[in-house]
Each structure stands twice: as structure tokens, then as C-alpha cells.
């Protein structure tokens, strides 16, 4: 198999993983709902929490992001660094645009940590402490998100064009597209001063 040949599959896989929208159904077998038809209709942990409860949201989160870790490995064994990079990409595309689930899914935010994690791991927690802290510090969690995904994209700019990784360039640069473009419709609502934030109440168990 050419290399070429290797990252088309590296790409299919990934995308196929990213399939597994984990919050629907994570809702449909624990509380018999279908996240997308209540709150932002989103099937990410963020809405999970809204909906459906803790639990439910952190298994959610956990889910969406070992599934960025396992394309991003999977391609890492099929075709290497490219693998893994091509791999990471495409499960978020398909966490976003599931074509199993009508290509309604979640921001892609859980499923990008966990590839940054394996491919990048201290740029992944740098981001991390960054977005935790935007999250402290306003309690809205697509701030946050958008924050870290911004943070992670300058720290890879700078070390792509260090290492004249143009793969490295690519794929970041397609990865804060595609959660910023998710997040087009919080964007409006944050400039709007309608965004929703974090509240104790969406912590308390639900029925």
C-alpha cells in the first residue's frame, strides 16, 4: 500500500469513529431521549449536562475524546505522524458531520483534545489549562472552548513553521476551522450577550 493510499484509509477510519456520536447514544440507552431535539441540540457533554445530567455528560466527554485518541492512533500505526495527523482530522469531521446520524453532531472540542493528547500531548495541556481558566473565569464553556482551540493554534503555528512541518500547518489549521465554524452560532450569541453559562443548577441530578 502506497503512503497515499495509507492516509485515505487513515482518513476513512478516523471519520468513521467520529460517527460514534457518543452523547445520542449514551441519551437514548440511559434516559430513552435524542439529545438533538432538546436544548442546543448539540449531542456534545456540554448539552449532555443540560439535559440529561453529570453522569451522563462526563461519560460523554470521555467517550468523545478517547475516540480523537484511538483515530489519531489508529492512523499513527497505519502511516505515521501524517497518519496520526490525517486520522485526528477526519474523526472530527465526522463527530461534526456524522452521515450516520443525518450530519447533526456535537463542536468537536472533546474529540480534538483527545487527538491533540496523543499527538501533541503539552501543547494539548497548555490548552487545556488555558481553556479552564477562560471557563473560571466567565463560565461559558464555548468561550473556553474556542479560547484553547485559538491557544493550541499558535502554539502549533509556531512549531510547524519551526520544524517546516507543512502537515503539522495544515492540520492545524483545519482544526481550529472546524471548531470555531461549530461554534459560528455561539459566536452570535456571545456578541449578542444571550451565550448561556454554567450554573449550579445544571449540576443538580436530574429526573
Not at 487545556?128 to 481558566?133: G, S
Not at 489549521?173 to 444571550?194: Q, Y
Request: with cysteine.
Amino acid at each position: 500500500m502506497t503512503h497515499y493510499a495509507s492516509l485515505v484509509l487513515c482518513a476513512i477510519l478516523g471519520y468513521s469513529l467520529g460517527n460514534l456520536q457518543s452523547g445520542l447514544i449514551i441519551g437514548r440507552l440511559m434516559n430513552n431521549v435524542d439529545l438533538r431535539k432538546h436544548g442546543s441540540g448539540s449531542s456534545g457533554a456540554t448539552n449532555a449536562l443540560r439535559v440529561l445530567g453529570r453522569r451522563q455528560a462526563l461519560l460523554t466527554f470521555l467517550s468523545d475524546c478517547l475516540k480523537g485518541v484511538a483515530a489519531a492512533g489508529f492512523g499513527l500505526l497505519i502511516a505515521g505522524w501524517h497518519g496520526g495527523l490525517v486520522g485526528g482530522a477526519a474523526v472530527v469531521v465526522g463527530h461534526i458531520w456524522p452521515i450516520l446520524f443525518g450530519l447533526r453532531g456535537g463542536k468537536g472540542v472533546a474529540t480534538s483534545l483527545g487527538v491533540f493528547l496523543l499527538l501533541m500531548p503539552t501543547l494539548a495541556l497548555i490548552m487545556l489549562v488555558i481553556a479552564i481558566l477562560i471557563l473560571v473565569l466567565t463560565k461559558t464553556v464555548s468561550l473556553a472552548s474556542m479560547a484553547g482551540a485559538l491557544a493550541y493554534f499558535v502554539m502549533a503555528l509556531v512549531t510547524a513553521i519551526a520544524n517546516r512541518d507543512w502537515y503539522l500547518l495544515a492540520f492545524s489549521v483545519i482544526m481550529v476551522a472546524l471548531v470555531l465554524f461549530a461554534h459560528r452560532a455561539n459566536m452570535r450569541r456571545i456578541a449578542a450577550g444571550t451565550e448561556g453559562k454554567l450554573s449550579a443548577s445544571m449540576f443538580e441530578k436530574k429526573r
